[in-house]
């Protein structure tokens, strides 16, 4: 998934957020207005700030960007207009991968078939965190400066290379925490099937080459780990 | 004299610091009259009961003999029962020791000698308030029959039907809302009044000394008149002269509107109350309620929070300002009251303890102008309560934090960080959702150390997850308020901390169970 640039369609606070979050993970990181008289609201962020239309032009977008070394964020604030420049991206570029943002499960099921990869449905995805703060306030911390803080815990995907360490063993009989001092949450295999660890009596599935293990511990001992059975994996 | 006044005064102080009898007292008022006491509704229940069962053994002696345990039963058993509520009603009805105390403290101020006379005439008035009182004379003739040697006061036994009022909430809102057009039902009577008293004074002096009317006394003209005023019209008493006739048909004709209005006035009564005895329903209804979740404003963000918290069986109650909202909430099932947020009155009106029945405040409107306010708001009746506020422009972050929110939630920063967490480890990120989903098997619980848990597990060592299939994440310690990644097996565990497991959730409460059920040998 690295990609080199990020182009972020929507001048908005949403599409600001994300361009500051995501601005150290890629060189270029471009916003896209619709409207040429917004408000120049993010003018000190040093992004690079462009115009474009919905009428589904895009040489000049691809005379700039390299699109399959690129990444795209539908963030427009008209949901029918950020359905449109959806289908319309799509319909142009076949492998670009595109996340987009929406206000309800509706438009966010119509996203999804005009061809966004990814739909995060903002209103469902906030209520959700409010509901887990009253329902299991100490997990969502927890989980929270995991994903999203500078804490010393990460999360953190391993691809297993060296499968033989493992010593053809299933998942659920190795003493993760005590032997490596980390905790396996998740196994997802090559076939992209994936199952979490302990979820079944049953044993579906020995350690194999290309497995990748999602792992929750302290930064040192998660590259150990990583140094012993594989590399982290970024695609 | 002076040293009986000093007893009496003594003795007042006496009960009124005495623990034991002013909690008695307070059960006796609550289980007597506070509608919103939760163990009234089985005392009120079981006096209807008591009621019922005596009107119909009243109605199975008519033709039949009754048996001796019956007539014991109604006769004593029963009028005892309502003799010692009669006497609880009066006792709770007014204080007699406050009325002491208040007239020692008054002539002490004032330096004067301790008035006896006022306190007797103060409580004797006091009494016979209640007394005179129509729901006391009820209570006090339904005790009547136990004097059933007289059997003209077994007719009292009728008189229990009227404590059903008293018993039954739904009666007393009937008259409540009958009482708020007590003056159009005045004016009304004043009407049928008149028009009965003039028809029946009308058809006596024509009919009376005419041999073939039914009607030769003043008695059969009222008779006549009220049974055509109310249109029932028996048909046994008619007018026979022509001038009898026209008093009737006036007497209809007036009938006809006396009705209508009577109609119009109990539905306009009815149709004005209906919103007000719907929300009092809901105040009485959220007062019994424990670990209440105010949400206020109903937007889309609060819809889904309220209908996910509904899901979890958590206790909600909206409140908001506006009417279509507050008709969106009730349509989706939820206790909601168009009370604005913002205003203390709002809160005062419910009738609750902020402090203990009130779990958090949720202020979710779009609106970072509304959120601070309705914070404020709170933060003046309450200190403590913990408040979540959305934030909807990040320039208002500093105000929402001055107004005393607790926790405030950025939609747009929070789908930042998802976009970064996501394209950085999508397995991961997906996983972690997963786990957060309600859908999935697999779940992240929070276990409680309870006090149960922690007698007999003292190390996590003694934890026993892994037979159950259960990672162990961590462990919130409430000592430190820290959370302990992946703890080593010497740790230890104490009461309110936190285990933080990932399984099956079948597993997981298989797990819980052992956890409890675990005695120490």
């Known amino acids: 998934m690295k990609k080199t640039n990020a182009l972020i369609f929507g001048y908005n606070e949403y599409g600001f957020e994300i361009a500051k979050n995501i601005s150290n993970e890629y060189n270029n990181v471009i916003m896209f207005k619709l409207d040429e008289n917004d408000d120049i609201l993010y003018k000190n962020l040093n992004l690079t700030i462009e115009s474009f239309d919905l009428s589904d032009d895009w040489s000049t977008l691809t005379q700039k960007y390299d699109l399959k070394d690129s990444i795209v964020f539908c963030s427009l604030e008209d949901v029918a207009k950020n359905i449109f420049?959806?289908?319309?991206?799509?319909?142009?570029?076949?492998?670009?991968?595109?996340?987009?943002?929406?206000?309800?499960?509706?438009?966010?099921?119509?996203?999804?078939?005009?061809?966004?990869?990814?739909?995060?449905?903002?209103?469902?995805?906030?209520?959700?965190?409010?509901?887990?703060?009253?329902?299991?306030?100490?997990?969502?911390?927890?989980?929270?400066?995991?994903?999203?803080?500078?804490?010393?815990?990460?999360i953190e995907q391993i691809k297993i290379l060296n499968s033989e360490y493992f010593n053809e063993k299933y998942p659920a009989d190795i003493e993760w925490s005590r032997d490596h001092g980390v905790l396996v949450i998740s196994v997802t295999h090559e076939d992209g099937s994936s199952e979490f660890i302990y979820s079944s009596k049953t044993k579906h599935h020995l350690i194999k080459n290309g497995d990748i293990f999602t792992i929750v511990g302290y930064e040192t001992d998660i590259k150990e780990f990583e140094k012993l059975v594989g590399v982290k994996d970024e695609d | 004299m002076n040293f009986f006044i000093r007893l009496l005064v003594d003795f007042a102080y006496f009960l009124n610091s005495s623990i034991w009898y002013q909690r008695k007292r307070r059960f006796f008022y609550n289980?007597?009259?506070?509608?919103?006491?939760?163990?009234?509704?089985?005392?009120?229940?079981?006096?209807?009961?008591?009621?019922?069962?005596?009107?119909?053994?009243?109605?199975?002696?008519?033709?039949?003999?009754?048996?001796?345990?019956?007539?014991i039963f109604n006769n004593y058993v029963i009028s005892f029962i309502f003799f010692v509520?009669?006497?609880?009603?009066?006792?709770?009805?007014?204080?007699?020791?406050?009325?002491i105390i208040h007239q020692n403290e008054?002539?002490?101020?004032?330096?004067?000698?301790?008035?006896?006379?006022?306190?007797?005439?103060?409580?004797?008035?006091?009494?016979?308030?209640?007394?005179?009182?129509?729901?006391?004379?009820?209570?006090?003739?339904?005790?009547?029959?136990?004097?059933?040697?007289?059997?003209?006061?077994?007719?009292?036994?009728?008189?229990?039907v009227f404590k059903l009022f008293r018993y039954a909430k739904s009666f007393q809102t009937f008259s409540s809302v009958l009482a708020t057009k007590k003056f159009e039902f005045f004016t009304l009577s004043m009407f049928a009044a008149i028009v009965i008293f003039v028809s029946s004074v009308l058809v006596y002096v024509m009919e009376a000394n005419n041999p073939d009317s039914p009607i030769n006394t003043l008695y059969e003209a009222i008779y006549w008149s009220i049974v055509t005023i109310s249109t029932v019209g028996y048909g046994d008493v008619v007018a026979v002269s022509k001038e009898g006739q026209f008093v009737a048909v006036v007497v209809i004709l007036s009938g006809i509107s006396v009705l209508a209005?009577?109609?119009?006035?109990?539905?306009?009564?009815?149709?004005?109350?209906?919103?007000?005895?719907?929300?009092?329903?809901?105040?009485?209804?959220?007062?019994?309620?424990?670990?209440?979740?105010?949400?206020?404003?109903?937007e889309e963000i609060a819809k889904e929070v309220s209908k996910k918290l509904i899901r979890a069986k958590f206790n909600i109650l909206v409140l908001d300002d506006s009417i279509d909202r507050i008709n969106e909430a009730k349509k989706d099932g939820l206790m909601a009251l168009q009370y604005n947020p913002g205003s203390v009155d709002s809160y005062k009106k419910l009738h609750i303890d902020m402090s203990k029945q009130v779990k958090a405040i949720l202020c979710l409107r779009e609106d970072d102008v509304e959120n601070v306010y309705a914070a404020l708001t709170i933060r003046s009746i309450n200190k403590d309560i913990y408040i979540l506020s959305l934030l909807m422009n990040r320039v208002n972050k500093n105000k929402l934090l001055h107004s005393g929110v607790n926790e405030i939630l950025y939609d747009k920063e929070f789908v930042g960080l998802i976009a970064k967490e996501y394209i950085g480890q999508p397995v991961a990120f997906?996983?972690?959702?997963?786990?957060?989903?309600?859908?999935?098997?697999?779940?992240?619980e929070e276990i409680l150390i309870t006090e149960r848990i922690a007698n007999t597990i003292?190390?996590?060592?003694?934890?026993?997850?892994?037979?159950?299939?259960?990672?162990?994440?961590?462990?919130?310690?409430?000592?430190?308020?820290?959370?302990?990644?992946?703890?080593?097996?010497?740790?230890?565990?104490?009461?309110?901390?936190?285990?933080?497991?990932?399984?099956?959730?079948?597993?997981?409460?298989?797990?819980?169970?052992?956890?409890?059920?675990?005695?120490?040998?």
Request: hydrophobic share 45%.
């Open chain 2, 261 to 298: 209005f009577t109609t119009s006035l109990f539905v306009s009564a009815f149709t004005e109350k209906l919103e007000d005895i719907k929300e009092s329903k809901v105040i009485q209804d959220i007062a019994k309620l424990q670990r209440i979740y105010i949400v206020c404003g109903y």
């Open chain 2, 458 to 521: 003292t190390y996590v060592e003694d934890l026993g997850n892994i037979n159950f299939r259960i990672v162990l994440l961590g462990i919130h310690k409430k000592s430190s308020e820290r959370f302990y990644f992946n703890p080593i097996n010497d740790t230890l565990l104490e009461v309110g901390d936190y285990l933080l497991v990932i399984g099956n959730y079948m597993f997981i409460k298989e797990y819980i169970k052992h956890l409890s059920k675990k005695t120490r040998v």
């Open chain 2, 430 to 444: 997906e996983a972690i959702h997963t786990l957060r989903s309600e859908y999935s098997t697999v779940k992240m």
């Open chain 1, 85 to 154: 420049l959806t289908i319309s991206l799509r319909s142009a570029f076949k492998d670009l991968f595109i996340i987009a943002l929406t206000n309800n499960n509706e438009s966010a099921n119509k996203l999804s078939m005009a061809g966004a990869s990814k739909v995060i449905p903002i209103i469902e995805t906030t209520a959700n965190l409010i509901t887990d703060m009253l329902k299991k306030p100490i997990i969502t911390q927890v989980l929270h400066d995991i994903l999203y803080e500078d804490s010393d815990l990460k």
């Open chain 2, 106 to 160: 008054y002539s002490d101020l004032l330096e004067r000698d301790f008035d006896l006379w006022y306190v007797i005439k103060r409580v004797t008035r006091d009494k016979l308030d209640y007394i005179l009182s129509v729901k006391a004379i009820i209570d006090l003739l339904a005790i009547m029959p136990f004097f059933h040697e007289l059997r003209l006061l077994r007719i009292f036994i009728l008189f229990r």
């Open chain 2, 85 to 99: 509520e009669y006497i609880l009603r009066l006792w709770i009805s007014s204080s007699i020791s406050k009325v």
């Open chain 2, 31 to 71: 289980i007597l009259e506070n509608d919103e006491y939760k163990y009234k509704k089985y005392f009120d229940i079981f006096m209807m009961f008591l009621i019922l069962s005596s009107v119909s053994i009243l109605i199975y002696e008519v033709r039949r003999d009754a048996h001796d345990y019956f007539q």
